[in-house]
């Protein structure tokens, strides 16, 4: 009896353990001058700053490849004008 409760008890706490765990969320940002970055939040971003929100999975497609390229950046913000990192 009591070895059958210890692996309910085991196989209760996996599947809440796998519950839990949350996909990580992630998305590609782009602003209007081509600089893209990868992000783990999603923010609000105010419409003049001309910034696009993307899937984690988005790529340009090949005749893109020379407006857009990769700037990665950690924290909360955005490429701004003058290839200035600009915090929000």
Same mark, same amino acid.
């Given at each position: 009896?009591?070895?059958?409760? *210890?692996? *309910?008890?085991?196989?209760?706490?996996?599947?809440?353990?796998?519950? *839990?765990? %949350?996909?990580?969320? %992630?998305?590609?940002?782009?602003?209007?001058?081509? &600089?893209?970055?990868?992000?783990?939040?999603? =923010?609000? =971003?105010?419409?003049?700053?001309?910034?696009?929100?993307? &899937? &984690?999975?988005?790529?340009?497609?090949?005749?893109?490849?020379?407006? =857009?390229?990769?700037?990665?950046?950690?924290?909360?913000? =955005?490429?701004?004008?003058?290839?200035?990192?600009?915090?929000?």
């Amino acid at each position: 009896m009591k070895i059958r409760t *210890l692996a *309910l008890g085991a196989i209760a706490a996996s599947a809440a353990m796998v519950a *839990l765990a %949350a996909p990580a969320s %992630a998305a590609v940002v782009c602003n209007s001058r081509g &600089d893209c970055w990868h992000t783990t939040e999603r =923010y609000t =971003y105010r419409p003049a700053w001309g910034i696009r929100i993307h &899937d &984690d999975n988005w790529k340009w497609r090949a005749r893109e490849h020379r407006h =857009y390229r990769w700037r990665e950046h950690e924290g909360r913000g =955005y490429w701004g004008r003058g290839g200035v990192w600009v915090t929000f």
